[in-house]
C-alpha cells in the first residue's frame, strides 16, 4: 500500500517562500558536506562524523534498495536510540521511501497495529524486541543481516521531493490504537530550520535528547535539529539520571528538551551539583507538569534558562519562549507562535491551529474528521487561553476535564496548585465515579515532606481555589507511573488504580 496524504492543504500558496524548501535529506547533506570530519553523533563508546553518518546512510539506502525499497515504500524499524536509527531515517529520506519508527518498547499488540496500518516493504528491528520476530525482519546490531546493507554501493542522489511523505509516528488515540500520523520533507524542513533560531541554537551547541526517536521530541532533537543545525547529537537508549549527568559533563552537552520527569529526577540524583551540569544552558519542557514552580526549581537547579514549549505529533512545537523575550513568561505561558503558526480559540476554549509544519492527516483518513474542522483548521483537543500578545497557556484537555457536579474542572489548574506546595513534588489530578456528583477529584501525589488532605484542603483555601475545585481524596505515591511512549504521566493507568 502506498501511503499518500489524506489531508492535502495547500500550505505553499498560504505561507509564501515554501516552495523553496528541500527534501530533509538533501539539506541534511548538504550540513554535513561543511561539517566534514567533525563529530555529530556520539553513541556509548562511538563517535561518527557528520562525513561517516553521510557515508553510511548512503550505503544503508542502497542496500535498502537491494531489498526492494524504492520511492514511496515504507519501512519499519524498531530500534533504540542509537546511531543506526538516525542513518534508517537518512536511508529512507535518500531513496524517496517513508519512515515508519516503532517505539522500542512497544508490545506486541502495538507493533502488529503498526505493521497492518502501513503495510512495510522491509522491517528492521533490534534482536530480541518483538518486530525482529517479524517474518523477513532484519536485525540491528544481531546476526540478521544489517552489516550487509552497510556495505552496498552507495546511493548518492536524494529521490525525495519536498512535499512526498517523510515520516509515518504513531501516536496513542482514545479508540482503535494509536494513529499513524504523515508528515512531508516540506513540514520537517520547516520546523527543523525555524526552531534553530527561534531556540537560539546553532552547530556549536550539543543535545542530549532520551527521548525515542520514533516519538516526535525524540526525532526533532536528536536527528532534525542536529541535521538541520549541525548540532552533535548524545544519544542515550535507556533513561538513567546518573549516567544524564554524566554525559552533560563529558559531551559538554548544552540543550535538553523533555517532559519533566527527565530534570526532576536528575535534580534528586546523587551525582547532582550544579557544577557536574555547568555547560547546560537551555532546558525545553513539554508535557504536563510544566508548572511555573517546576521552571523555577528547575532554572535554580541548572543554573540554566528553562522554559515551556507546547506542540503535539500532529503540530510540532506550536510555542515557545523567545530569546530576548521577558524572562517571567518562561513559566507563566506555553510560549508564543514558534514560526508562522496561526492559532484560534473555538467557542468552548478549544486551541485550533493552521501552519506549515501541520501533518498531512492520519493514515487512517476516517479519524481526520475528528481532528479537522470543515474550514481547515487542526483541534488540538487542549483548552487554551491566548492574550492580547500572542502568548499561550494551556489550561487543560478536553479529555482531562473532570465533571464534577456539572462543574467543568482543569486538572490542569488543580495539578499546578498542588505543585505550588514546598511539600509536592509532582502531581496528575484524575476524576474517579460518584453516583451523586457524577466525579470527584483524586489527586496523586509525589512528596518530600508531609502532605495529607487535610494540608490540601488548607493550601486550597489558602490559595483562594474554588471550593469545588478541591480534591476530595489524595493518594501519596513514591513515583509517578508514565508513559513508555512519551514520558507524560499515565492518567488512564491512575485512573484505573481507583476502580480496581
Given amino acids: 500500500m502506498r ?64 531489498r526492494g525499497v524504492g520511492p514511496g515504500d515504507t519501512v519499519c524499524f524498531q530500534t533504540p536510540s542509537w546511531w543506526e536509527t538516525i542513518a534508517l531515517f537518512r536511508a529512507c529520506w535518500r531513496l524517496g521511501a517513508i519512515a515508519s519508527p516503532i517505539h522500542h518498547l512497544a508490545a506486541v499488540t502495538d507493533v502488529d497495529h503498526v505493521i497492518r496500518t502501513v503495510t512495510p516493504s522491509l522491517v528492521l528491528a533490534a534482536e530480541g524486541l518483538p518486530a525482529a520476530s517479524i517474518t523477513g525482519a532484519i536485525e540491528v546490531r544481531g546476526n540478521g543481516g544489517f552489516e550487509e546493507l552497510l556495505v552496498a554501493p552507495a546511493v548518492s542522489e536524494v529521490s525525495a521531493g519536498p512535499a512526498d511523505i517523510a515520516v509515518v509516528l504513531f501516536t496513542s488515540g482514545s479508540t482503535g490504537g494509536p494513529k499513524g500520523v504523515m508528515h512531508t520533507h516540506r513540514a520537517l524542513v520547516y520546523k527543523a530550520t525555524t526552531l534553530l533560531g527561534i531556540h537560539g541554537i546553532d552547530e556549536t551547541d550539543t543535545v542530549l535528547m532520551p527521548a525515542p526517536m520514533a516519538h516526535i521530541s525524540g526525532l526533532s532533537n536528536a536527528v532534525m535539529l542536529p541535521g538541520a543545525g549541525g548540532l552533535t547529537s548524545v544519544l542515550m537508549d535507556r533513561w538513567s539520571p546518573e549516567r544524564a549527568i554524566e554525559l552533560i559533563g563529558s559531551e559538554h552537552v548544552t540543550f535538553m528538551m523533555g517532559p519533566p520527569t527527565f530534570f526532576q529526577t ?37 543554573d540554566a534558562i528553562v522554559k515551556r514549549t507546547y506542540g503535539s505529533t500532529e503540530a510540532p512545537v506550536v510555542t515557545t519562549w523567545h530569546p530576548g523575550d521577558p524572562p517571567s513568561r518562561r513559566g507563566d505561558s506555553d510560549g508564543r507562535a514558534a514560526g508562522v503558526i496561526e492559532m484560534r480559540l473555538a467557542a468552548d476554549g478549544e486551541l485550533q491551529l493552521r501552519g506549515p509544519e501541520l501533518f498531512v492527516g492520519y493514515t487512517d483518513a476516517a479519524r481526520n474528521a475528528d481532528s479537522i474542522t470543515e474550514d481547515g483548521w ?39 496548585t498542588l505543585e505550588a506546595h514546598p511539600a509536592v513534588q509532582q502531581a496528575v489530578a ?42 476530595e481524596r489524595i493518594e501519596v505515591i513514591d513515583e509517578m507511573p508514565v508513559l513508555a511512549s512519551s514520558g507524560k504521566a499515565d492518567r488512564a493507568g491512575l485512573r484505573a488504580r481507583l476502580s480496581g
Fill in 378 to 416: 487542526f483541534r488540538t483537543g487542549d483548552i487554551a487561553t491566548i492574550d492580547e500578545d500572542g502568548w499561550l497557556r494551556i489550561v487543560g484537555r478536553i479529555k482531562d476535564i473532570i465533571i464534577r457536579g456539572g462543574e467543568n474542572i482543569s486538572a490542569a489548574a488543580i495539578e499546578s
Fill in 430 to 471: 484524575v476524576g474517579y465515579p460518584d453516583e451523586r456528583l457524577g466525579e470527584r477529584v483524586c489527586a496523586y501525589v509525589v512528596c518530600d515532606g508531609p502532605f495529607d488532605l487535610t494540608e490540601c484542603r488548607r493550601w486550597f483555601a489558602e490559595r483562594g481555589a474554588t471550593r469545588f475545585t478541591w480534591p
Fill in 3 to 66: 501511503l499518500r496524504p489524506t489531508w492535502p492543504h495547500d500550505v505553499t500558496n498560504a505561507y509564501p517562500g515554501l516552495d523553496g524548501l528541500s527534501s530533509i535529506e538533501a539539506l541534511f547533506s548538504e550540513v554535513a558536506a561543511r561539517l566534514g570530519d567533525r563529530t555529530v553523533v556520539v553513541d556509548g563508546n562511538q563517535r561518527i562524523s557528520a562525513a561517516q553518518l553521510t557515508g553510511r546512510s548512503s550505503r544503508l539506502a542502497g542496500g535498502l534498495r537491494e
Fill in 266 to 302: 536528575m535534580l534528586t540524583a546523587a551525582n547532582f551539583t550544579t557544577a557536574a551540569v555547568a555547560t547546560l544552558r537551555l532546558i525545553s519542557c513539554g508535557g504536563a507538569g510544566v508548572t511555573p514552580s517546576f521552571v523555577e526549581a528547575a532554572s535554580a537547579g541548572f
